[in-house]
């Protein structure tokens, strides 16, 4: 199971390094990638991601395949802007780490509410620093890559929150 799943991930990752560079927020060179194009590769391989996970890591991975999708295309688009930014390509990759983590190890496995806590709070700091960064509010309504990206994020942490909630109302109290 595991070597199918790194059959895809290798060509992946290779296809990836292949892609010309992108800026965010529209500065700097007009090489590399539209918005629109990151948002069409982001969106493919998430949902590609989506079937796979479902498929194939639906017992080993943290979280369930929405929320894996959901941060995999956040993911994707932080490290298709981040190629010219280091702090979104530091995001990105803090994300996939996160996803890929409990599929490397089976003693990582055990740290799954640990795991689901620093995606919420990587998530979460994404969110915030777009926001912090962006002052322009008519900026902020034009950029449409950057909305579904924060719409995914919030999808994320709503999920995270609300399975969150779910296992601790399942927990009963010790009497």
Known sequence: MIKSVCRFIQ??????????????????DNDGLTNLQVLLISIAISGLFYFLHQKFLTGKSNVTSIVASLAMFSALVHVLLGLKNELLLVGGIGVLAILVAPLVSDSIKSYDKILQGMLGIVISIMFVA?????????????????????????????????NL???????EPIA
Do not use: W
């Not at 892609?19 to 500065?27: D, K, L, R, Y």
């Not at 777009?130 to 709503?158: Q, R």
């Open 130 to 162: 777009y926001f912090v960064s962006n002052h322009d509010l008519h900026y902020i309504m034009e950029d449409y890559l950057g909305i579904t990206t924060k719409l995914a994020e919030l999808g994320v942490i709503f999920l995270l929150l609300k």
């Open 165 to 171: 909630r779910q296992n601790s109302e399942s927990v």
């Open 11 to 28: 060509p992946t990752i290779f296809l990836l390094c292949l892609i010309p560079n992108v800026s965010a927020h529209g500065g700097g």
